[in-house]
């Protein structure tokens, strides 16, 4: 890191879908000296046949890319947050970004924030 640059973070959030599979977005955010946040969002999507297999407990690391659906990147302006899904059926958790296999996870509920006016570009790659 540079002198006086943040750590990335990145937040978890785990769907249970109704045939059985899981839906999990991953969002990693890495802030920036001038208040901008570069955020990269990775969806995963476990099918049914595989839940078993993958670690879907909190605080897990995201699954292998054999899961990964889609990314997006976007950016966000000074004072902007990242949105994030909040309702019962999601397992939300916050977890540091460390070197692959080192993730330091804590098991939070996070809390919905107010929105303040974002400046987005939005990057699908697929």
């Not at 969002?27 to 839940?51: A, E, L």
């Not at 977890?95 to 006016?117: C, E, F, H, I, M």
Request: proline share 10%; net charge neutral.
């Amino acid at each position: 890191l540079l002198p006086g640059a943040l750590p990335p973070h990145r937040i978890i959030e785990q769907t249970p879908q109704p045939d059985g599979s899981v839906s999990i977005k991953a969002s990693t955010t890495t802030p920036h000296t001038n208040g901008y946040k570069d955020v990269k969002i990775d969806h995963y999507h476990v099918p049914v046949s595989k839940v078993d297999e993958v670690d879907l407990s909190p605080g897990a690391p995201p699954p292998s890319d054999d899961y990964l659906s889609r990314v997006e990147y976007t950016v966000l302006s000074p004072g902007s947050e990242l949105e994030v899904h909040d309702d019962d059926s999601s397992t939300v958790y916050t977890s540091n970004v460390t070197r692959r296999g080192g993730d330091d996870a804590s098991v939070t509920r996070l809390k919905r924030r107010k929105k303040k006016p974002t400046h987005r570009t939005t990057l699908m790659v697929a």
